[in-house]
T-cell receptor
Framework: GNSVTQMEGPVTLSEEAFLTINCTYTATGYPSLFWYVQYPGEGLQLLLKATKADDKGSNKGFEATYRKETTSFHLEKGSVQVSDSAVYFCALSDQGAQKLVFGQGTRLTINP | DTGVSQNPRHKITKRGQNVTFRCDPISEHNRLYWYRQTLGQGPEFLTYFQNEAQLEKSRLLSDRFSAERPKGSFSTLEIQRTEQGDSAMYLC????????????FGSGTRLTVV
C-alpha cells in the first residue's frame, strides 16, 4: 500500500541554520504531496503542498519539490528561527480514496 | 470562522467504559474526517463523511467504534468497551472540497484508558 517515510528525529539546530527534513514515498498513481506542521498544543496545519511532479510548494520560507524520479518531497528552509520548533509531517493523498497517509513525523527544535 | 472545535480536550476513562467525542467543523465545510494519532506516530485515517453520509471507513475502525454526523454538521465518535490500546489522540478535520484543498484540523481529544 501507499506509505511515507520521514527522516527520524529529533532534529536540533541553531537559529539561522539550514534545514532539510527528508521525505520519501511509495504510491501507485500520481498522489499529491503535503507537509503539515504541529506546534505545541495545537492542531496540524497545512504548511505547503504540491499536486504534480516538479511542482514546488512554498510557504513561510519553507520549500519542497515533488520529485517523481526519486519519489521524494524533502522540506527545506534556508534560515530557521526558534519559532519553527514543531513536529513536521509529510503526507500523501491516497488516490481514489478520501484520506491522507502520513509519515511518522519529525520533531524539530531550534535553539537560540 | 472559529476553526475546528473538538471536545473534550482530554478524557481519562476506565477500561471497559464507553466514551464519546464531539467535533464541530468549520461551518461551510461539507467534508469531515477522523484520524487517530498514537505517540511518536503520524495520524492514521479512521473515517470520512461527506455531509451526513459516511463514505469510507478504515479497517482500524473496529466494531467497537462508531461515528455519526446526523445533520451534516457536527460529528461524534463513540468507542464502546474501551481497551488500553485505544489510548491515543483522536483528531478531527474538515475540508471544503477534499484533501487537495487542505484539511483544517482540530486540536484533538486525548484519550487515556486506565
Amino acid at each position: 500500500g501507499n506509505s511515507v517515510t520521514q527522516m527520524e528525529g529529533p532534529v536540533t539546530l541553531s537559529e539561522e541554520a539550514f534545514l532539510t527534513i527528508n521525505c520519501t514515498y511509495t504510491a501507485t498513481g500520481y498522489p499529491s504531496l503535503f507537509w503539515y506542521v504541529q506546534y505545541p498544543g495545537e492542531g496540524l496545519q497545512l504548511l505547503l503542498k504540491a499536486t504534480k511532479a516538479d511542482d514546488k510548494g512554498s510557504n513561510k520560507g519553507f520549500e519542497a519539490t515533488y520529485r517523481k524520479e526519486t519519489t521524494s518531497f524533502h522540506l527545506e528552509k534556508g534560515s530557521v528561527q526558534v519559532s519553527d520548533s514543531a513536529v513536521y509531517f509529510c503526507a500523501l493523498s491516497d488516490q481514489g480514496a478520501q484520506k491522507l497517509v502520513f509519515g511518522q513525523g519529525t520533531r524539530l527544535t531550534i535553539n537560540p | 470562522d472559529t476553526g475546528v472545535s473538538q471536545n473534550p480536550r482530554h478524557k481519562i476513562t476506565k477500561r471497559g467504559q464507553n466514551v464519546t467525542f464531539r467535533c464541530d467543523p468549520i461551518s461551510e465545510h461539507n467534508r469531515l474526517y477522523w484520524y487517530r494519532q498514537t505517540l511518536g506516530q503520524g495520524p492514521e485515517f479512521l473515517t470520512y463523511f461527506q455531509n451526513e453520509a459516511q463514505l469510507e471507513k478504515s479497517r482500524l475502525l473496529s466494531d467497537r467504534f462508531s461515528a455519526e454526523r446526523p445533520k451534516g454538521s457536527f460529528s461524534t465518535l463513540e468507542i464502546q468497551r474501551t481497551e488500553q490500546g485505544d489510548s491515543a489522540m483522536y483528531l478531527c478535520a474538515s475540508s471544503a472540497g477534499g484533501f487537495n484543498y487542505g484539511y483544517t484540523f482540530g486540536s484533538g481529544t486525548r484519550l487515556t484508558v486506565v
